[in-house]
């Protein structure tokens, strides 16, 4: 059954698709109605397939794309021009020099580096204006707006980004109506259809051959898809800036596994913690299957062919725009006037700047500050808590509750410890400008962050530049030129900038206690230790700043991007779970047509087939073949121009067991120790006769982790033995495969087994044998007796399938096959193979092996 979150999408109206052309032109109005507008294209020829000689010479160029873009809006009515940057007959547009975009292309500093950014505007412009504003937008700030109906905007984004993504990558789980927002579809299409619109508008400016996209955070986590599925080979890294969340959180999104998808349509993803890149990773492998490796330092997921890279690194804040503004005079004056005002009266600052929301925890931090003036009598009337809340981002009852607690907790404070002319706490809830925000960090002695998550958060790296100071504001403060600076943090250990806050005292902010006792030891803290602490902060966050962090993902994303051109392109799937298959430029489907010609012409074949997965799917419990795979088989083998072998990992015993009505075919078991040529024939094996006493020490290993793990087992062959995990927890399965692995390899170093790892198992088996061996054995058993084949098909699906298609094409040209041959080595499923050709499932193949058995049957017949 389709899921509902595929088939309704798949019902979304189509809208016309966008015509492509380059930056200079006009680029006009997309227009938009409201409601719900097309997703994705269903038709996958549709897409493009990019062939590698079509690449061009890469350009510097960077498409930025973000929810809103790095511009003021201002109706002249409302304002006069203060020299902004440029104007329309009723707008005025500057650049926002708080925005991160803008901050990053700052960072870059490199000229040659052109950035377009692409996002939507704070203000609603008017249909009647949008081509004006498009324009003025392009020409003067490279800036491609993306207009959105108002309710459309209104439901995508008050609606399923604040009301459903927020609050859960936030660790918030709508159990009741009131905490957080129950899943809404129709919040979810409108998601959809924002993401498509900004889809819509990139397809205007960019070069696919030669130009980066940047996609920035949870409000546009799907337009990858869109990207990929116009563009296959499109450079695209995304970047998200919100935490993610475990996958015990996560997978309680009705559209988990649609999110995931889409975000692997980048080749990049980039996240601020290890935390976060962990709990992505642990969802992609307990919902999609996937597994990841890090190679050389870099962390890697293999998806359809492609190597989706993992970047983690936290943002960094601008230095030169902090060092402009303590610079300025307003700062200074404000700096002098915060000094009188506060520690002229021998009084403490102690700073709090949050945005007003539930996650900052600005109820947790007015407790902290209560329990310390209970707790300490002699801070009272020494120690100020001045607490900053900026407006919040989003609207709704939450933030009505917030504004209240915060009120009244600091009502109760100030009346329980206020003085004449001294209150404990001091809240400002009205936007301030940056430089006197900057006026307070100078001046604070400790700044605390109790946010109970958040995915980021530079308040504290501001406040550690902004201590930092200059020369002017010495003078201001009193300072020797030579005096060392100091500063103090509290942070939550919940928010991304904790791991890289090493001097900073970490802290639960759910407990008060202890948030209480950090702002004591920060008051209390020693000179010499303040001083050192600042230093190391001050070291990492000067050097680690926006253009650092910017610089390194580019850096990863152009190195991800270096495969493009070797590889080739299918988009498959519909809807969201549309995704790319990168491979070989010459790897194929096989064609029936093609395989049954050259089975017709052919007079000596050679056939080997991989038993699970191949002609048996992975899945299926009861694992013995069906009557109508025993009917294939039988027909197949009564040709007397056909060798055909089942080679396969299961014991001598299941196979002799299963495959007893056919006479005539081969069997290789225990990946091809045993192989006989027919039913009634000994056993023989391929390499000589092993001492198996090895058991003896690997057995009591694997039994201590079967124990330890639920959901293993060991499957004792006659010389191998095989530890499976494929009904444990992912996770946990594949942590103690890695443990099991070294643990084996270490115990059995000095003897003659090796120890491999695949999918769900650890094995042990003799050195030397791979089903290799039996491809050798087969083409040379023919070969004596002048048998040469002029026909040869291997299939199967694993790793270990691999050294039996290694062996067939590098026999081509030897002396076991007719010069003449045709050789189809072919794996299941689209990915990454030494086989040339594919089928795509265990369906496919069993079908393509009855057309072949009725060619061998019509052939006896005649």
């Known amino acids: 059954m389709v899921s509902r979150s595929y088939s309704n999408l798949l019902e979304l109206a189509s809208g016309e698709a966008p015509s492509f052309g380059r930056m200079s032109r006009r680029i006009p109005r997309i227009m938009t109605v409201p409601g719900i507008i097309s997703d994705i294209d269903d038709d996958p020829s549709e897409s493009v397939c990019s062939d590698p000689s079509s690449s061009s010479v890469q350009r510097d160029r960077i498409i930025m794309v973000a929810n809103q873009l790095p511009i003021r809006a201002q109706r002249k009515s409302d304002s006069t021009n203060n020299g902004s940057s440029s104007s329309s007959k009723g707008w005025i547009f500057s650049w926002d020099e708080n925005s991160l975009l803008l901050q990053m292309k700052d960072g870059l500093g490199d000229d040659d580096i052109e950035v377009i950014y692409v996002g939507c505007l704070k203000e609603e412009i008017h249909p009647n204006e949008q081509d004006e504003v498009s324009q003025i937008l392009l020409d003067t700030f490279r800036c491609v707006p993306t207009f959105l109906p108002p309710d459309l905007f209104s439901r995508y984004y008050h609606g399923f980004c604040k009301q459903q993504l927020w609050p859960l990558f936030h660790y ?7 905490l957080g927002g129950r899943f809404n579809r129709s919040l979810w299409q409108a998601y959809v259809s924002v993401n498509k619109i900004f889809a819509d508008r990139i397809m205007e400016v960019i070069n696919p051959e030669d130009d980066f996209v940047w996609v920035h955070d949870y409000h546009l986590m799907v337009l990858p898809t869109f990207l990929r599925k116009r563009f296959n080979r499109v450079k695209l890294g995304f970047f998200l800036h919100s935490p993610f969340p475990s996958s015990e959180i996560y997978k309680t999104l009705p559209i988990r596994e649609e999110l995931l998808r889409a975000l692997l349509n980048s080749d990049l993803i980039g996240f601020h913690t290890f935390d976060y890149a962990r709990h992505f990773l642990s969802c992609c492998s307990r919902m999609l299957g996937l597994t990841y490796e890090s190679k050389r330092g870099y962390i890697g997921l293999e998806y359809y062919g492609r190597t989706v890279s993992i970047k983690i690194l936290p943002v960094g804040i601008h230095m030169g725009q902090l060092q402009s503004v303590l610079s300025l005079p307003e700062t200074e004056a404000k700096v002098a006037e915060l000094l009188k005002q506060y520690c002229g009266q021998g009084r403490t600052m102690l700073l709090g700047v949050d945005d007003m929301d539930i996650f900052k925890g600005i109820s947790l931090k007015l407790l902290a500050m209560e329990q310390l003036l209970l707790q300490h009598p002699e801070c009272q009337g ?25 009120h009244s907790t600091v009502k109760r404070i100030n009346e329980t410890f206020g003085k004449p002319g001294y209150d404990p706490v001091v809240l400002i809830d009205e ?3 940056f430089y006197e925000r900057i006026a307070y ?29 200059n020369e002017r504001l010495d003078k201001v403060l009193g300072l020797e030129p030579s005096t060392p600076k100091k500063s103090m943090l509290v942070v939550s250990e919940f928010i991304g900038c904790s791991p890289s806050l090493s001097g900073a005292i970490r802290v639960n902010p759910w407990n008060i206690d202890a948030v209480a ?11 010499a230790e303040k001083q050192l602490r600042h230093e190391k ?17 580019l850096q990863d994303l152009e190195r991800t991007c270096r495969e493009h051109v070797r590889r080739r392109c299918w988009g498959i799937g519909f809807g969201l779970s549309f995704r790319v298959v990168a491979l070989d430029p010459n790897f194929r489907k096989l064609s029936m047509e093609h395989i049954v010609s050259a089975y017709k012409r052919s007079t000596t074949r050679a056939i080997l087939l991989d038993y699970d997965g191949t002609l048996m799917p992975q899945a299926s419990i009861d694992k013995s073949p069906s009557s109508k795979s025993i009917d294939i088989l039988n027909s197949l083998c009564r040709d007397k121009n056909n060798m055909v072998f089942i080679v396969s990992a299961k014991s001598r015993k299941t196979l002799t067991e299963w495959f007893s009505p056919c006479e005539k075919l081969g069997i290789a078991a225990e990946h091809g120790y045993f192989l006989r040529l ?16 090895w058991k003896q020490i690997a057995e009591p290993v694997m039994r201590q982790y079967t124990e330890t793990t639920d959901g293993s087992n060991i499957e004792d062959k006659e010389t191998a033995l095989v530890w499976c995990y494929e009904d444990a927890d992912p996770d946990f399965g594949s942590c103690q495969a890695k443990e099991l692995l070294d643990h084996l390899e270490s115990v059995l170093a000095n003897e003659p087994v090796t120890v491999k790892s695949g999918q769900n198992v650890v094995e042990v088996k003799p050195q030397g044998v791979s089903k290799g061996l039996v491809a050798k054995h087969l083409l040379s058993t023919m070969q004596e007796r002048g048998m040469l084949p002029d026909f040869v098909l291997c299939i199967g699906d694993d790793r270990s399938d691999e050294d039996m298609f290694e062996v067939i094409t590098s026999s081509i040209a030897g002396p076991s096959i007719d010069p003449r041959a045709e050789v189809f080595a072919c794996t299941v499923g689209k990915k990454p193979s030494k086989a040339k050709y594919y089928l795509d499932d265990t369906v496919e193949i069993v079908r393509l092996m009855q057309g072949l058995a009725s060619v061998s049957d019509q052939m006896l017949s005649v």
């Open 441 to 469: 960090y100078v001046v604070a002695e400790c700044c605390l962050v109790t946010a109970v998550r958040d995915g980021m958060n530079l308040i504290p790296y501001e406040y550690i530049i902004s201590r930092q100071g």
């Open 172 to 178: 918030m789980l709508p159990l009741s109506p009131d």
């Open 382 to 406: 020494k120690v100020v808590l001045v607490q900053i809340a900026n407006p919040a981002r989003g609207r709704g009852k939450d933030v009505k509750e917030v504004q209240e607690e915060t």
């Open 517 to 527: 006792d950090a702002m004591d030891c920060a008051l209390a803290m020693a000179e």
């Open 678 to 693: 027919k039913r009634d024939v000994e056993w023989e094996t391929c390499v000589p006769a092993v001492d198996c006493t």
């Open 537 to 553: 902060h001050y070291r990492y966050v000067s050097t680690h700043h926006v253009g650092y962090w910017a610089h390194s993902f």
């Open 431 to 433: 936007p301030l400008k």
